[in-house]
């Protein structure tokens, strides 16, 4: 049976740019793949069709020598003038699924790398602080033990004067291919455990793993209104790579101390203050401390429950990474008279004498409602 034109295989003209190539053949090759027509010998004999028209045409030599000489350009013997399509065609075909189906198969996957230097772990590092400090910011030295790269062998792994070298089973690849009919398996290389290289003569200093454990100072800034689990990275502080490879990242998390007067919501500050009974009731001033370390007078007007909030605009916590800030709330706690003295006995015994409804409004009007509440029950 005569082959078919492989451009009409692949419905494309031929003028065709390598793009319109591709879309052409990631969409008819997911339409006729075997995973999604198994049994159908049709669509995996068109699939095969589909696989060889596009090895052929997305290749610029190949294709030229296709648009000069059709279909006889390959037929000078498996290993011809063409390239052909002999032993390494099913592994040019895995490297074209790697490219084009990854997301087909169950994730995307980046380009082919050498995997013998690998990325170092990620680090994390838990630091207490006060609220005067998350309120003012602050430069804080910190020690990390972490690995860092080996510096008798500069993080190679093998003795300083040598070099790793490729791995002779996977060709460095850290990958090994095993073909089963017109597909290929990848596993992982066993001699080299997927890095691409064997270290022959590992460095003494560090066992060949390149790097060693170190304890490191590092400076943190922290911003002015940091709050409790806020998370600082420093790119690259991590520990260091293998053979060589990036270093990972630290992670720092913040904790904030509690305070002895203040607590804080967002970026809003409260503070509980107690007040005399006089100064609640005839009213005055009292002095309350803030974050920035400075001292303010509040106006407490007579007659001041407890419970009552004063605002001081501007006095929270500054908004991370803002120029804006949160407010202070002044909660006044009136505070009852204790260990009184025989006079200050007298003089409030003498005050209760004096008193009537409308100094204590809320306690008459409740004893009031109390005794209706008794009389109600008895008649």
Known sequence: ?????????????????????????????????PDRNSGDKDAEHRFKEIAEAYEALKDPQKRAAYDQFGHAAFDGGRGGAGGGFGPDFAASMSDIFDDLFGEFMGGRRGPRQRSGRERGADLRYNLEISLGEAYLGKSAQIRVPSSVSCEKCAGSGAKPGTKPTSCPTCGGLGKVRASQGFFTIERTCPSCHGRGEIIEDPCPHCSGSGRVVRERTLSVNIPPGVEDGTRIRLAGEGEAGLRGGPAGDLYIFLTLKPHELFQRDGADVFCMAPISMITAALGGQIEVPTLDGSVTRVKVPEGTETGKQFRLKGKGMPVLRSKASGDMYIQVQVETPKNLTRRQRELLEEFERESHNDTSPESAGFFSKVKEFFEGRGS
């Open 1 to 33: 049976m005569a082959k078919r034109d492989y451009y009409e295989v692949l419905g494309v003209s031929r003028g065709a740019g390598e793009q319109e190539l591709k879309s052409a053949f990631r969409r008819l090759a997911k339409e006729c793949h």
